[in-house]
DNA sequence: ACCTCATATGTTCATTTGTTCATATGTTAT
DNA sequence: ATAACATATGAACAAATGAACATATGAGGT
C-alpha cells in the first residue's frame, strides 16, 4: 500500500496539483494575448519576414523581392505582425520601413531554433 | 536629389539587402520545423498545459480537471504537444505524467508574457 | 489638379484546426 | 480471464485561417 497512491476516477484527482495549476494560471485575456502571438508566429511566411528583419530594416517590396511573393502577400503578413506588436514600421516618403518591435521577438526566435535544433 | 533614391518598383529594389536577408534565412526545412512549434504554442488550451506543467509534472486527468475540460480533449492536444517535442511524458502504472521537454520552452513562453506585459 | 508608384485592405473560397462523441489501448487488481 | 480505470485515438462537424484576386489609400512628381 502507497501513501499517496495516485487516483484519478474523473473526479478524484489531486486536488493540492489542481489547485496550483488554477492558482498559477494568467488571466484568460493574457492567455489569448500570448497565443495570438504565437500564432503570428505559427507561419513560413511570416517567420521569413521576421527572420529578414533580424539582419535589417526592410520596405515592403525588398521583403517581397526577397521571398519571392507579391507586395499584397506581404503587406497582409505584416498587417499580421503589426496586430501582435511583432513589428514596428517607420515612413519615409513613399516607403515604409519594417523592423522587429522588440528584443523579446529575438529571443523568443532563437529560443524556438534552439529547441528544433534539439539544443 | 538624393544620393540612394529609394526606388522599388516591382524589380528595382535594394539588391543588397535583397541579397543580404537571403542568405542569412535558414533553410525551408528548419522554417517548416520552426512555424509548427510556434503553431503548437498558438492555442489557448495549449497555453494552459504548457503554463500548468511549468508548475509542476502532472498527469492528464490533473490536467483535464484543472483545466475544466475532458480528458479526450486534453490527450489530443497533449499529443500536438509530443508531436513538436514540446512535453515529455512518463508512465506509471495506469498514469501518464507530462513535463516540459526542456529549458528552451520556458524561456519562449516567458518571452512571450514579457512581450504582452510590453516590457 | 493629375498620374504613378508603394503599400494597405476587403472579399471570396479552399483548407486547416479544435472540439465532441464513441471507441480502442494498455495497465492493475481480482 | 475479466473488470475497472487512465489514457489514446478516429470520425464528424463547426469555426478559424490563408491565398489570391481586385480595389483603396497615401505620397511624390509633373
Known amino acids: 500500500m502507497k501513501e499517496k497512491a495516485p ?13 496550483t495549476i488554477r492558482a498559477n494560471l494568467p488571466g484568460e485575456e493574457t492567455i489569448i494575448e500570448l497565443s495570438e502571438v504565437y500564432k503570428s508566429l505559427g507561419d513560413g511566411t511570416r517567420l521569413k519576414i521576421l527572420l529578414a528583419l533580424k539582419e535589417k530594416e526592410s520596405c515592403v517590396c525588398d521583403l517581397a523581392a526577397a521571398l519571392s511573393m507579391s507586395q499584397s502577400a506581404i503587406s497582409h503578413q505584416l498587417r499580421v505582425l503589426r496586430n501582435v506588436r511583432l513589428v514596428k514600421y517607420r515612413r519615409e516618403g513613399k516607403m515604409v520601413y519594417y523592423s522587429l518591435d522588440d528584443e523579446h521577438i529575438l529571443k523568443i526566435i532563437q529560443e524556438g531554433l534552439n529547441h528544433i535544433e534539439h539544443k
Not at 487516483?7 to 489547485?19: A, R, W, Y
Open 7 to 19: 487516483v484519478c476516477k474523473v473526479t478524484l484527482f489531486d486536488e493540492e496539483t489542481v489547485q
